[in-house]
Nanobody, 116 residues
């Protein structure tokens, strides 16, 4: 059993910043990829950013230059620093953890609301 818990969401004005954090715990042998996804009302869940255990990062075009993903392998945590937030960044943000066994786990989500 693997537990994934996000924190750090909230309400912020456009142009502001938020930092999301995610911690994985439980029966973890080795985490391969950690990432953030988001789902806005009426839309499909989409990738925001991910980071491999080697530090390689991938970002959605819509957040490049504004968001930064980072991880602490020793603590099994991943963070997402979000700057210059826009109204269209409003969504529920989910943390995803993929093990080297390819099993993957999701957090419960944290709401990010950007007021225009």
């Amino acid at each position: 059993q693997v537990h994934v818990v996000e924190s750090g969401g909230g309400l912020v004005q456009a142009g502001g910043s938020l930092r999301l954090s995610c911690a994985a715990s439980g029966n973890i042998f080795e985490i391969n990829v950690m990432g953030w996804y988001r789902q806005a009302p009426g839309k499909q869940r989409e990738l925001v950013a991910l980071i491999t255990n080697g530090g390689r990062t991938i970002y959605a075009n819509s957040v490049k230059g504004r968001f930064t993903i980072s991880r602490d392998n020793a603590k099994s945590t991943v963070s997402l620093q979000m700057n210059s937030l826009k109204f269209e960044d409003t969504a529920i943000y989910y943390c995803n953890v993929v093990l080297i066994t390819t099993m993957n786990y999701w957090g419960q989500g944290t709401q990010v609301t950007v007021s225009s």
